[in-house]
């Protein structure tokens, strides 16, 4: 079965854009910060069971953004 596909050009400050946008949505900026406030991982599991957001969303950002190094 033959799959659609569509490949977008952009430059690479689109993409940053789009990152950032696609971040936010998986985790608020007010859930973000609370998240900051404390990242040890009793906080992080407790913040991903209240505001139902995938640990791997969390941590991926953390790594992302820095806070945490990623494997």
């Known amino acids: 079965m033959a799959q659609n ?3 977008i050009d952009g430059d ?3 993409e940053k854009r789009t ?5 936010e ?3 608020s900026n ?3 910060n609370e998240i900051l ?3 040890s991982e009793n906080n992080l599991l407790e913040k991903s069971k ?3 957001i995938p640990m791997s969303f969390i941590v991926g950002r953390l790594a992302k953004n820095n806070y945490i ?3």
């Open 5 to 7: 596909k569509t490949i």
């Open 12 to 14: 690479e400050e689109r």
């Open 19 to 23: 990152d950032k946008f696609a971040l």
């Open 25 to 27: 949505v998986m985790i």
């Open 30 to 32: 007010d859930v973000w």
């Open 37 to 39: 406030k404390d990242i």
């Open 50 to 52: 209240k505001y139902k």
């Open 69 to 71: 190094k990623s494997l």
